[in-house]
């Protein structure tokens, strides 16, 4: 078992900036793909970016290509989302999911472990 919990979420105007953060604990954390998605009300959850497990390469969604950018730290067993030029449309709750799949999967039925979830929410 793998437990996900993330933090950093909250209220940011447009054109604002957000890191969200993502501990992992239970298994060894290089062991996982990482990822961040993300469900906007009353919208299907969305895939947003994901990390190999040494963090050498990262696969980000066209709508967020160029603001978003993930990283992790093995050491911290943390796995972060810088959020930039935040857009009301990026209003979401946004969950840290692992999977143990080597390729970057953008579908969240590869990744079996998944957090709780932090809200964002951007204001015009």
């Known amino acids: 078992q793998v437990q996900l919990v993330e933090s950093g979420g909250g209220l940011v105007q447009a054109g604002g900036s957000l890191r969200l953060s993502c501990v992992a604990s239970?298994?060894?954390?290089?062991?996982?793909?990482m990822a961040w998605f993300r469900q906007g009300p009353g919208k299907e959850r969305e895939f947003v970016v994901t990390?190999?497990?040494?963090?050498?390469?990262?696969y980000t969604s066209a709508s967020v290509l160029g603001r978003f950018t993930i990283s992790r730290d093995n050491a911290k067993n943390t796995v972060y989302l810088q959020m930039n030029s935040l857009k009301p449309e990026d209003t979401a709750i946004y969950y840290c999911?692992?999977?143990?799949?080597?390729?970057?999967?953008?579908?969240?039925?590869?990744?079996?472990?998944w957090g709780q979830g932090t809200q964002v929410t951007v204001s015009s």
């Open positions: 999911a692992a999977a143990e799949v080597l390729y970057a999967s953008t579908n969240a039925r590869d990744y079996g472990y």
């Open positions: 239970g298994r060894t954390f290089t062991n996982y793909r």
């Open positions: 990390i190999t497990r040494s963090g050498n390469t990262t």
